[in-house]
Nanobody, 123 residues
Framework: QVHVVESGGGLVYPGGSLRLSCAAS????????MAWYRQAPGNERELIAE???????NIVDAVKGRFTISRDRAKMTGFLQMNGLKPEDTAVYYC?????????????????WGEGTLVTVSA
């Protein structure tokens, strides 16, 4: 069984910063791609940042220059540093991972979502 847990959300003033963390645990042989999505009320879930197994990063234009994605491979933890937050960044932020899982009989590819952490940007 695999667990993905986000943390670091909260209430912040416009212009402020937050650092989200995503911790993966369980029967993970290798953690490959990691991504952050967000979903604002009434909107679809959207990709905002991703980091591949080769540490290539992709940041969407809406947050480019303000958000940074990184990871600590040894701890199977990912981070989303968010600076210059705006009210329109208010959303639930979700971590998504792709990984190689294992049982005693096989190794296979899988993916998993966390339950999300709420970020509210408001004066």
């Amino acid at each position: 069984q695999v667990h993905v847990v986000e943390s670091g959300g909260g209430l912040v003033y416009p212009g402020g910063s937050l650092r989200l963390s995503c911790a993966a645990s369980g029967n993970i042989l290798s953690l490959n791609d990691m991504a952050w999505y967000r979903q604002a009320p009434g909107n679809e879930r959207e990709l905002i940042a991703e980091i591949t197994s080769s540490d290539t990063t992709n940041i969407v234009d809406a947050v480019k220059g303000r958000f940074t994605i990184s990871r600590d491979r040894a701890k199977m933890t990912g981070f989303l540093q968010m600076n210059g937050l705006k009210p329109e960044d208010t959303a639930v932020y979700y971590c998504y991972i792709k990984f190689a899982a294992y049982t005693e009989h096989e190794i296979y590819g899988a993916d998993a979502w966390g339950e999300g952490t709420l970020v509210t940007v408001s004066a």
